[in-house]
């Protein structure tokens, strides 16, 4: 089972907009509402902060969004934080191996 | 405020057996949830390991699935892995965590680093 495929990096300036996408299959990404993505930042463990595509969990801001079209799931983070810049990890339910992540997306904060 | 927490040797010999244990708490394990580990190699990104469920049999990444196994133990309130036998490529932080039923993973411990030497 490969990883879902996310961009290497993506960056913007504070108080803009950013999109990392995750793309994967219909056996994964566009086979079900499950795709949930991770904030990691250096030394720390992941955190949960989409669920179920575009579910926030409490405690995240509405800043944070995610949606799904097809194959490919989307996060969104408007208005950028310089505490925003972190690894970025999608996730989804597989039929394969009941979890697959993507490759990570670094987001920089110009 | 459910918290979890990795334990085990950080060095493992090559063709060896690594073990960690990740025990929980501010929640029984017996209340529901599954239970998984995942690692991060190096520089890289995440990948899953494996799911165990208290009254249910554990769930493998088939790449894994040779080497890997993975046990609970309610009465302690923890769940444990086992690789065997280790590569160099095994060197990894692994991280437990409680995973949902759609499959997210809300809780994780802070991770722990295992080195496999030659």
């Known amino acids: 089972q490969s990883a879902l495929t996310q961009p290497p990096s993506a960056s913007g300036s504070p108080g803009q907009s950013v999109t990392i996408s995750c793309t994967g299959t219909s056996s994964d990404v566009g086979g079900h509402n499950y795709v949930s993505w991770y904030q990691q930042h250096p030394g720390k463990a992941p955190k949960l902060m989409i669920y179920?595509?575009?579910k926030r969990p409490s405690g995240v801001p509405d800043r944070f969004s995610g949606s799904k079209s097809a194959n490919t799931a989307s996060l969104t983070v408007s208005g950028l934080q310089a505490e925003d810049e972190a690894d970025y990890y999608c996730s989804s339910y597989a039929v394969s191996s009941s979890v697959i992540f993507g490759g990570g997306t670094k987001l920089t904060v110009l | 405020q459910v918290q979890l927490q990795e334990s085990g040797p950080g060095l493992v010999k090559s063709s060896e057996t690594l073990s960690l244990t990740c025990a929980v708490s501010?929640?029984?394990?017996?209340?529901?949830?599954?239970w998984g580990w995942i690692r991060q190699p190096p520089g890289k990104g995440l990948e899953w390991i494996g799911q165990?469920?208290?009254?249910?049999?554990?769930y493998y990444n088939p790449s894994l699935k040779s080497r890997v196994t993975i046990s609970i133990d309610t009465s302690k309130n923890e769940f444990s892995l086992k690789v065997s036998p280790v590569t160099a490529a095994d060197t990894a932080i692994y991280f437990c965590a409680r995973r949902g039923n759609t499959f997210y993973l809300d809780v994780w411990g802070k991770g722990t680093t295992v080195t496999v030497s030659s």
């Open positions: 501010g929640y029984s394990i017996s209340s529901g949830y599954y």
């Open positions: 165990i469920f208290h009254s249910g049999g554990p």
């Open positions: 179920d595509v575009s």
